[in-house]
């Protein structure tokens, strides 16, 4: 059975940072690519990341460019995105997400079930 959990999730105030993380189970997480997606109150839920499986190679939307990094620990079967200079815009529920391949990702194959983040003084 396919699991995708995410942690690490919570409150911070702007300009803090913040690491969230997601234990994979049920496949093989180095044949795939992992992103990170996101949902803003009353909007559409995005990409923010995505690391490749075949070289890590990685992808992240213009608004967390320089901000946010995306990575991968196989042998742990995690993938963690390290979060910086955080602003309120950032708030929203974080989605990790897998697919088989390589990233840039159309359609994810499997995504959890979300962790809160809010940015907020």
């Known amino acids: 059975q396919v699991q995708l959990v995410e942690s690490g999730g919570g409150l911070v105030q702007p300009g803090g940072s913040l690491r969230i993380s997601c234990a994979a189970s049920g496949f093989t997480l180095d044949r795939y690519a992992l992103g990170w997606l996101r949902q803003a109150p009353g909007k559409e839920r995005t990409g923010v990341s995505c690391?490749?499986?075949?070289?890590?190679?990685?992808y992240y939307a213009d608004s967390v460019k320089g901000r946010f990094t995306i990575s991968r620990d196989n042998v742990k079967n995690t993938v963690y995105l390290q979060m910086l200079s955080l602003k309120p815009e950032d708030t929203g529920v974080y989605y990790c997400?897998?697919?088989?391949?390589?990233?840039?990702?159309?359609?994810?194959?499997?995504y959890g079930q979300g962790t809160q983040v809010t940015v907020s003084s």
């Open positions: 997400a897998a697919a088989y391949g390589n990233c840039p990702v159309s359609a994810y194959d499997y």
């Open positions: 690391i490749s499986s075949s070289d890590g190679s990685t």
